[in-house]
Each structure stands twice: as structure tokens, then as C-alpha cells.
T-cell receptor, first 117, second 113 residues
Framework: AQKITQTQPGMFVQEKEAVTLDCTYD???????LFWYKQPSSGEMIFLIYQGSYDQQNATEGRYSLNFQKARKSANLVISASQLGDSAMYFCAMREGLKGGSEKLVFGKGTKLTVNP | DTEVTQTPKHLVMGMTNKKSLKCEQH?????MYWYKQKAKKPPELMFVYSYEKLSINESVPSRFSPECPNSSLLNLHLHALQPEDSALYLC????????????FGQGTRLTVV
């Protein structure tokens, strides 16, 4: 079974500084996909970034980058130049393929990020 | 703007009521999902529809009844719920194994009184 572990229940960062949110995973499948989602208090799950297990380079999307260390089974999210609007819950997730071409997301417990002015 | 639309955004219902949650997407995705999220917890999968057929039911109680009338619509019918069923219900859709992953709606915040 796939498992995602986020060990930081809460993180604080000053505005304009960088912050790293930790994520480790466990899977026996050689092909897998890892995601980070942001969930503000409004409830919507917002896709941030994706890393495939065979991707040669670490994924980047604007201020978001993923520090992918395959041997250590970690996929940490780095947010550069934090903004007040980054305050939210952040979930790391892994894709698990299901029959019929659908897929399931297995989520970690999440990290609540607070950006201070 | 979210590309998966859920209605209503908030719902308060009594334990004897019958209500329905609705979800709509026009991205041509053939897989649609219902997730349940309790406060301060991650989302948990409830149901998966693949090509309008129920493919996964994660041992959800029968008081939750999903329906997929067509490839764009997903409903969740609620009947005789309990207060512990109060949660955020998230609908999602996806194409198989794309880097984008699943698209989520804004969710319906359900309170059972």
C-alpha cells in the first residue's frame, strides 16, 4: 500500500522568505506520481506541482519547486518569496492507479503554513 | 476559476432529510470522484466513477448514494445522515495518468443537525 508522511503539522515563515514543507512516501510501484495541493480556508484543493518518478529534473512552477530525492523517497515542496496569500493547508499526495483508467490520490496529513507579515 | 463546479457550497440538513450534492465538469474527463474531508484531516476517497460506471466504493454506508447521470455530472444523494457525517465533500475529475492530476471543486460544507 502507498503511504505519504508529512511530519510538520504547522510551519511559520516570514513574508518574502523561503520555506520547505517535508514529504516522504512509500511505494513498491516503480512508476508513480507525486503531487502537492494547497487548500485555503475556502476548501478548494488547488494543484501546485507534479513530479513523476522517472522525471530527470526536479519540477518547478513559478515560486514552487519540488526537491525530489528518489533514493530517500522524499518530495519536499519549496516555496520561495512567501506571500501572505500562501497561508493555507498544504497536502502532499501520491497517485494510485485504479481499474478502468481512474486513479486515487493518497494524501498525507497536511501541513498548515502561516505566513507572517 | 475552478473547472469543477459543486452545488451547493453550504448545506445544513436534519437527520431525517433527503438532500443531494451536485458536481459538474466540462473538461471531457471520464473519471469522477467523491472525497470526504473531516476537519483538520486529509481528504478520503468515497466513490469513483469511470466512464459513468461505479468502479470503486470505499465501503461507504448506504445512506450515501452516488449517481452519474452522464459524463459531465455526478450527484451524491444523502438520506438519514448522522451528525458525524458533517464534513467537506469534494468532487474531482481526472484523465488517466496526466501530470495535472485531479481537478477539484470548491466542495460542499455539510452540517448534519
Amino acid at each position: 500500500a502507498q503511504k505519504i508522511t508529512q511530519t510538520q503539522p504547522g510551519m511559520f515563515v516570514q513574508e518574502k522568505e523561503a520555506v520547505t514543507l517535508d514529504c516522504t512516501y512509500d511505494t513498491s510501484d516503480p512508476s508513480y506520481g507525486l503531487f502537492w495541493y494547497k487548500q485555503p480556508s475556502s476548501g478548494e484543493m488547488i494543484f501546485l506541482i507534479y513530479q513523476g518518478s522517472y522525471d530527470q529534473q526536479n519540477a518547478t512552477e513559478g515560486r514552487y519547486s519540488l526537491n525530489f530525492q528518489k533514493a530517500r523517497k522524499s518530495a519536499n515542496l519549496v516555496i520561495s518569496a512567501s506571500q501572505l496569500g500562501d497561508s493555507a493547508m498544504y497536502f502532499c499526495a501520491m497517485r494510485e492507479g485504479l481499474k478502468g483508467g481512474s486513479e486515487k490520490l493518497v494524501f498525507g496529513k497536511g501541513t498548515k503554513l502561516t505566513v507572517n507579515p | 476559476d475552478t473547472e469543477v463546479t459543486q452545488t451547493p457550497k453550504h448545506l445544513v440538513m436534519g437527520m431525517t432529510n433527503k438532500k443531494s450534492l451536485k458536481c459538474e465538469q466540462h473538461m471531457g474527463h471520464r473519471a469522477m470522484y467523491w472525497y470526504k474531508q473531516k476537519a483538520k484531516k486529509p481528504p478520503e476517497l468515497m466513490f469513483v466513477y469511470s466512464y459513468e460506471k461505479l468502479s470503486i466504493n470505499e465501503s461507504v454506508p448506504s445512506r450515501f448514494s452516488p449517481e452519474c447521470p452522464n459524463s459531465s455530472l455526478l450527484n451524491l444523494h444523502l438520506h438519514a445522515l448522522q451528525p458525524e457525517d458533517s464534513a467537506l465533500y469534494l468532487c474531482a475529475s481526472s484523465q488517466a495518468r496526466t501530470p495535472r492530476g485531479a481537478f477539484f471543486g470548491q466542495g460542499t460544507r455539510l452540517t448534519v443537525v
